[in-house]
């Protein structure tokens, strides 16, 4: 057993050089596994984060969530991934993700050797073990162009991989609760929760998407798809053509979301952001919308996010719901996943407030509103149709449309 330990007051100066600063530990050949604990000062307005960088590449992050993580050849603390601990230099990786101006004292103790107690993996299983099925409400079928179905599903949640409250488990089931077909479970820069999709999926009953929330103070963005990890402290820049050179899709996320609003520069634009988040709770405030106009309508697909987190984040997930045309002989969660995707490549979506909210989509010919007596659709040449009836079809043409009311709340957005 080795200890290496690092004691050392970081200040302003540090985090302007680097929010990031990497602290080597020696891995010998053979570990047995290797313990973090990071211990903060009592410091008012210190947020520090933490993760792990083997000499193979990048093992996990706990964010601010966790002060103590383990990794082991068969086993790992949430967030990390487990797997033979390559010999030679790894790093512990700390975020000054907020530091007050005088500072703060950190105190990074790693262990290598046996580890007798996994931070976090008991209480994780247990947990998950006790999440039953739950029943499906009534399942909304959408008028759909020929070939294709619209299925439901929400592309932000997070679990106890990241800063979430809960497993993967139960994600899956809020979703299903909520109607929902496919459900993106994007935990802050890691994948570690990756390995778990596909047999929780099958066990409840819907698609869980591989994400990863790209994470940085200046910016997030969701990266889906079975890809790998996407390194947060490389330059936004290079995430675009990385991801859709690993055949995934990027979405910038909740852009106008307080100080996590998008401030990187992009030299391309990603596929998808994020245009309806749950804290645009004022559907009245035209900001998203001006956003998207601004960033490039017809070029971006929108998607919507709960970016579920706990039981006292603003919305549960599905709210809002983002709908995805599909191909129509897509069953099952492993069919769904990638038939969800592949809408999103082809931007064949339309998002609405919930499941059971109003909500307008494409059928081929036509765009039809439904549940949506009274309100209106825009077209891209600023065109007008009054709707009066609950399934009310209109021409379709192409680019985005808006379905909103007489008071310009927006209640759905159709690609």
């Known amino acids: 057993m080795a200890v290496t330990t690092y004691r050392r007051h970081w200040t302003l100066d540090d985090r302007a050089e680097s929010v ?3 602290l080597p530990v020696d891995i010998p050949v053979d570990c047995p596994g290797l313990l973090v604990t990071l211990t903060v000062a009592d410091v008012e307005g210190a947020v520090i984060d933490i993760g792990c960088e083997g000499a193979g590449g990048w093992r996990g992050w706990s964010g601010g969530a966790r002060r103590t993580f383990a990794i082991t050849p ?37 262990v290598t050797g046996p580890v007798s107690v996994v931070p976090g993996l008991t209480e994780y299983v247990d947990a998950g073990a006790a999440i039953a099925v739950p ?4 399942r909304r079928t959408l008028p759909a162009p020929p070939g294709l179905k619209w299925i439901a599903g929400d592309f932000h949640a997070h679990s106890l991989h990241s800063d979430g409250s809960t497993p993967v488990a139960n994600l899956a089931a809020l979703g299903v609760a909520a109607g929902l077909d496919v459900l993106a479970v994007t935990d802050h820069n890691t994948v570690a929760h990756h390995a778990e999709l596909p047999s929780i999926g099958k066990t409840f009953g819907i698609g869980l998407i ?3 929330e790209v994470t940085t103070d200046s910016g997030h963005a969701n990266a889906f798809g079975d890809i790998g990890v996407i390194d947060f402290r490389r330059p936004a820049a290079t995430w675009v053509t990385e991801v859709a050179g690993r055949g995934g899709l990027l979405s910038i996320n909740h852009p106008l979301g307080g100080d996590c609003s998008w401030r990187h520069p992009l030299p391309e634009h990603p596929p998808l952001a994020e245009v309806w988040h749950s804290t645009w709770l004022d559907q009245r405030w035209g900001g998203p919308i001006a956003w998207w106009q601004a960033w490039g309508m017809t070029s971006t697909t929108p998607i919507g996010g709960s970016d579920w987190h706990n039981p006292s984040s603003l919305t549960p997930p599905g709210t809002p719901t983002t709908w995805l045309a599909v191909d129509a002989d897509a069953e099952g969660p492993d069919e769904l996943t990638a038939a969800a995707l592949q809408a999103l490549a082809a931007g064949r979506t339309a998002i609405s407030a919930s499941y059971t909210a109003p909500v307008l989509v494409r059928t081929g010919e036509h765009l039809v509103a439904l549940g949506a007596p009274n309100t209106l659709v825009l077209t891209p040449d600023g065109t007008r149709h009054r709707i009066t009836s609950p399934h009310h079809p209109i021409p379709a043409t192409p680019g985005p449309h808006l379905l909103l009311t007489h008071t310009n709340q927006f209640l759905s957005l159709c690609t």
């Open 20 to 22: 990031w600063h990497s």
């Open 135 to 138: 029943p499906r409400p009534p």
């Open 74 to 110: 068969t086993a790992a603390t949430p967030g990390y991934v487990p797997g033979e601990l390559e010999p030679g230099t790894w790093f512990v990786v700390i975020g000054l993700h907020r530091l007050p101006v005088s500072g703060v004292e950190l105190i990074v103790e790693a």
């Open 210 to 212: 591989p994400g990863q």
